[in-house]
């Protein structure tokens, strides 16, 4: 076409329209695109031959609010007299928030409404069918369509995203409040076209940003339809957090008979806060009562709590077994933010309970196999540009064994870093001896009650707590002697306040020792000195040949001296001496033996203590392509042996002589081990005595403990990050891998062996030995196996032994959790839906320990 041509064939369009705004009465119809072909007397026809502009807008101000702005790679064909517009390859309408993509597109001005579909391909199968989106709802259909004006519509065949789950449709219809009324629709939470299983329903409504609602519904699975019917279905669909029932678990226990499990209500209150309240009722009488929530503040804390009370009946009431026992346990951790305040914080890790409690109640294998709750809340602030920093903690320690209990509250610590008073602001010259000296002082406020669990909170009990305060001030320095040798003398005084201390004195009359509890201050003081002298010593030893290049030999020998006055001499007035019997013996004891910190000890004391460290290491060579170089590899990190004598002591002044040694052996194996060793004989009463066992046997030494520990681990794993849950939760997930599921690590095995032996004289020698073993293996991407087991060597038997199966599902998941023997035999087999909003679509079979 000549330009001439082109530009007549312009002008002749230019004419159509103004003709149709006129002649016809439609609305202003600009079509701007490449080339202009006449196809006919009312049809417009235009290609790629010509650019003019990118996209076409349809302007409609009499009628619609807003442009309609469209485009099409193929074509777009206008017909003028029916107002229509039809776009085709690759087409997009936008208008407003809307926008719609397909490989057809009809605008039709006049009904004010667009079509869209997919168009066949060469073997009959639609592509490039309509995907549509109007804010954040997006939908992909067969066909759909829309009025600009009404802003109602018709889709065929949707499938559309709502939440976490995806609804099909076989015909939806919208209103304008972008709510859909679907019929022989499907909701599920699988993402394939096809899916796995869904919830059918001849009629569901989608209200927007809030719920869908189902008539009449059944399961299918794998489009096979289940006698699994519900009379309706409601599925919250709104973004957020919101509140709403958590529908039980249900099953059958031998033990404590029907049951419902993890019944509650979740009140989602707002983005830094939520609550869970659930319950486990068993038609025998037992219950349980949860409380838990999670909370958060940006760049302030985070933390979480759960309180638990459990009412545990074994057996019946009629046999002589009954027994019905009540249990709570309390857990909470709490941390700040750094960056919320860096000179100050506030932390908090709980658990406590009752000494039963994880005994009692379903629990994992760690916590059932743990015998000691502890519990830490610390508050510390440190002043800047200043030596000093405050800490104020409430602390508690319980033995679920011996049912023994410590709480602390509070313990203050208050201490001033090391200074060196003497130093000179401006030093010129070299530095002076005396400079080196610095000193620092702690103080330590304790109270403190520590009793039986089940005691705790009685009223006697209560009047137990101990109390008092401790001051330590360090003096100390050191410096070179003899070139190579370091020495550091130290002095430490300390000093006890108490409030209330113990006194004895022998009744006369009752023939017996009262007890005298005096409420008055009380000071103790004492000190100590002491100094250290240490070197090093460096061997080395060269090979030209092989491929070991190097050995090297690092001797680290240390000596001390130690001494401290006898502070029982009656010139301190610390302690007592009191008679003790009727015959006249006397009992000399401490005024402070039952206070917190204690008291100056008594006797004189001073010993030299003498230690020997050793560090073994060699070089190998290795060839890369940059040559020949050098690998440094541990041969023993740690090889120690201690001893002491004692200056004082009138006989058996040598300590047993203690070794402990460590090393890793390819970076994998980690081998830790010890002994003692007694240098003196023992009598018929296998007691020590002042007479070396050379004199008696002809041996140095003879063992009386020995420990040994081997540890192996193979894994790939590493942090995560993610943004679905809180670091503080990601780093509870890293430290207990044994209760989650992570598919991404193709294996991950550890192997740990433990070995301790004991004898004291001729004694029969007490040996430990056990073995551990734990791991998982993804067979496949969605196979994945675990187990852990613990095995007593001396007894033949496994303590505990568990067996754990994984299968990824796609949008389900299948779980089997089996302890064939041991205390806590059971298993648990489950297989669920992985999205959270059908959590309680699933089937559960088990077996609890307290069944056995």
């Known amino acids: ?79 003028l007299a029916n107002e229509t517009v039809h776009l085709y390859g690759q087409a997009t309408v936008d208008y407003e928030d809307l926008h719609l993509e397909a490989n057809y597109i009809k605008i039709n001005m006049s009904a004010k409404e667009l079509f869209a579909e997919g168009t066949p391909d060469s073997l009959g199968k639609l592509s490039g069918t309509p995907k549509y989106s109007q804010g954040a709802q997006e939908f992909r259909s067969n066909a759909i369509r829309y009025n600009f004006e009404t802003k109602k519509g018709r889709i065929s065949y949707v499938i559309t995203q709502e939440g976490d789950g995806y609804i099909h449709g076989e015909v939806v219809k919208k209103d304008p409040s972008n709510n859909f009324f679907i019929k022989h629709g499907q909701y599920t939470t699988c993402n394939l076209d096809t899916p796995h299983y869904s919830i059918s329903s001849n009629k569901l409504k989608v209200i927007s940003n809030n719920k869908i609602v189902t008539g009449p519904a059944y399961l299918t699975i794998e489009q096979v339809p289940t006698p699994l019917v519900i009379p309706f279905g409601f599925f919250p669909n709104k973004k957020g957090r919101a509140s709403g029932l958590i529908f039980p678990a249900f099953g059958e226990s031998a033990e404590r008979g029907f049951y419902f499990q993890h019944l509650g209500y979740y009140f989602g209150f707002n983005d830094h806060f939520n609550l869970a309240l659930t319950t486990d009722l068993y038609t025998k009488g037992s219950y349980t009562i949860d409380a838990s929530s999670i909370y958060k503040k940006r760049y302030r804390y985070s933390g979480n709590v759960r309180l638990s009370y459990a009412y545990s009946i074994n057996s019946e009431r009629e046999l002589p077994d009954y027994n019905a026992q009540k249990d709570f346990h309390l857990y909470w951790t709490h941390s700040q933010d750094p960056k919320a305040n860096p000179y100050r914080s506030f932390n908090a890790n709980i658990s406590a309970g009752s000494s039963k409690y994880y005994q009692n109640t379903i629990s994992s294998v760690n916590n059932f196999l743990s015998n000691t709750f502890q519990s830490s809340v610390a508050y510390a602030k440190s002043f800047p540009d200043k030596p000093i920093n405050l800490g104020i903690s409430v602390n508690h320690t319980q033995n679920t064994i011996t049912k023994d209990i410590r709480i602390t509250a509070p313990d203050v610590s208050f201490n001033v870093s090391r200074i060196s008073p003497f ?42 707590f101990k109390n008092g305060i401790q001051h330590n001030i360090p003096l100390s320095t ?18 006890r306040w108490y409030f209330k201390t113990t006194q004895y004195e022998w009744n006369s009359e009752n023939r017996k020792i009262d007890t005298i509890v005096e409420n008055k201050f009380k000071a103790a003081r004492d000190y100590q000195l002491s100094a250290g002298l240490s070197t090093r010593v460096y061997g080395m030893y060269l090979m030209k040949k092989g491929p070991v290049s190097a050995l090297r030999h690092v001797l680290t020998p240390t000596a001390s001296f130690n001494y401290r006055p006898d502070f029982s001499q009656s010139k301190f007035g610390y302690y007592k001496t009191i008679q003790a019997d009727t015959t006249g013996r006397t009992l000399t004891y401490s005024l402070f033996q039952n206070s917190v910190y204690g008291g100056p000890s008594g006797g004189k004391f001073g010993s030299l203590s003498f230690g020997l460290d050793n560090n073994l290491e060699m070089k190998v060579r290795t060839r890369s392509d940059t040559g020949a170089t050098e690998k440094k590899i541990k041969l023993l990190e740690s090889f120690r042996l201690s001893t002491n004598y004692n200056l004082i002591a009138d006989s058996m002044k040598w300590s047993p002589l203690s070794i402990s040694g460590r090393t890793t052996l390819f970076n994998r194996i980690g081998i830790n081990f010890g002994g003692t060793f007694n240098p003196y004989a023992f009598d018929e009463n296998n007691i020590d005595y002042d007479r070396y066992l050379y004199d008696e046997t002809g041996k140095l030494f003879r063992m009386t403990n020995a420990n040994l520990s081997m540890s192996f681990s193979l894994a790939k794993q590493k942090k995560k990050t993610s943004t679905k849950y809180s670091r503080q939760e990601l780093d509870y997930i890293y430290n207990h891998p044994e209760e989650y599921v992570d598919f991404d690590i193709p294996y991950n095995l550890s192997v740990s062996y433990t070995y301790s032996f004991s004898r004291q004289g001729n004694l029969s020698s007490q040996t430990n030995q056990s073995a551990s073993i734990n791991g998982d293996l993804s067979l496949t991407p969605q196979w994945k196996v675990g187990f852990n087991s613990w095995y007593d060597l001396v007894e033949g038997r496994f303590t505990n032994f568990g067996v754990n199966i994984f299968r990824d599902l ?28 059908l959590q309680d679509l699933k089937l559960i079979k088990r077996k609890d320990f307290y069944d056995n």
């Open 1 to 79: 076409m000549s330009q001439v041509s082109k530009i007549s064939a312009l002008l002749f369009v230019v004419f159509l329209l103004v003709f149709q705004q006129f002649a016809v009465g439609s609305k202003p119809l600009a079509i701007v695109q490449d080339s202009v072909v006449i196809a006919s007397a009312d049809t417009i026809l235009l290609n790629d031959s010509l650019t003019i502009s990118a996209d076409t807008l349809i302007s409609s101000d009499n009628t619609l609010k807003s442009k309609i702005k469209y485009h099409a790679k193929d074509s777009i064909v206008a017909d």
């Open 423 to 464: 130093k000179r602001k401006q030093a010129i010259g070299a530095q002076k001896w005396y400079e080196k000296i610095g000193t620092s002082y702690s103080l330590r406020a304790t109270n403190y009650i520590q009793t039986k669990d089940t005691l705790l909170f009685r009223e006697e009990s209560l009047k137990e």
């Open 478 to 495: 050191s410096f070179k002697v003899l070139k190579f040798f370091t020495l550091s003398p130290s002095a430490t005084y300390s000093e």
């Open 810 to 837: 796609h949008c389900w998941e299948m779980r089997l959790n089996w302890i064939p023997f041991g205390f806590q035999e059971s298993y648990n087999f489950q297989i669920n839906v992985k999205s959270p909003i």
